[in-house]
């Protein structure tokens, strides 16, 4: 069975958290338990991929979407779209640096991930959270 669900909030930090309790509240109404990994990381790549519309989205755009997708094996897509064009992309990041390091982590954790085109609407960063056995 697919279940989506898909909602927007505003481009500001506090709906970083937002949106992670938003894709908690839905993936348990769904039956995916709090305590698993493939909910963690669920989580954390929300967190990052919102995290990166709210600090390099367009300055003008007022909102940004977050879709959470549970796919039939037990495996999740988020996604993550804003008006902006440019790509996120893994960078070199020093240890002293403070940011850069979420591409890394996204790349880290999710089974798959990347971004779709919205031609003058923007783009859709996706990231696919495999099933845990």
């Known amino acids: 069975m697919l279940r989506r669900d898909a909602f927007r909030l505003p481009r500001h930090p506090a709906s970083v958290g937002l949106a992670r309790h938003r894709v908690r509240d839905h993936l348990a109404a769904w039956g995916h338990g709090p305590d698993t990994p493939a909910v963690h990381d669920a989580l954390l790549l929300v967190s990052e991929l919102a995290t990166d519309v709210v600090r390099h989205g367009p300055l003008l755009e007022r909102e940004f979407e977050v879709a959470v997708t549970a796919l039939a094996d037990g495996s999740c897509l988020i996604e993550v779209s804003d008006e902006g064009r440019a790509e996120p992309r ?43 056995p």
Not at 93 to 121: L, N, Y
């Open 90 to 132: 893994p960078r070199i990041v020093r240890e002293d640096d403070e940011t850069g390091r979420g591409p890394h982590v996204v790349e880290t954790v999710a089974a798959a991930w990347g971004v779709w085109s919205r031609g003058s609407h923007g783009k859709t960063v996706w990231a696919l959270v495999p099933a845990y």
